[in-house]
């Protein structure tokens, strides 16, 4: 079917940076939104960004003017840019796509980000 491939977590000071990207490979034909959720220890899965048709972009409040979302065109790779990171920001990120032509979505296996302080 579809499988998600996340890459670039790892461990950051507080302001630093770090890129995470995702791949969607399998039988894709279309997806229809493409984006980023995190969970920390304790915590709920919550949105970070998204992109939506491909253009329309999505962020969380306690990201915005930090992290940045994009796609690589006539890809199915889409990165997170992430900048200022905080301590609170450690989490596992996970890689998300509702592919339209399986009508569902699919998960990567997450990486971890830690941002020490």
């Known amino acids: 079917q579809v499988q998600l491939v996340e890459s670039g977590g790892g461990l950051v000071q507080a302001g630093g940076s770090l890129t995470l990207s995702c791949t969607a490979s399998g039988s894709i034909f279309s997806i229809y939104v493409m984006g980023w959720h995190r969970q920390a220890p304790g915590g709920e899965c919550e949105l970070v960004a998204r992109?939506?048709?491909?253009?329309?972009?999505e962020y969380a409040d306690y990201v915005k003017g930090r992290f940045t979302i994009s796609k690589e065109n006539g890809k199915d790779t889409i990165h997170l840019q992430m900048n200022s990171l905080k301590p609170e920001d450690t989490a596992v990120y996970y890689c998300n796509a509702y592919v339209a032509n399986w009508g569902r979505e699919y998960w990567g296996q997450g990486t971890q980000v830690t941002v020490s302080s």
């Open positions: 992109i939506r048709s491909g253009t329309v972009v």
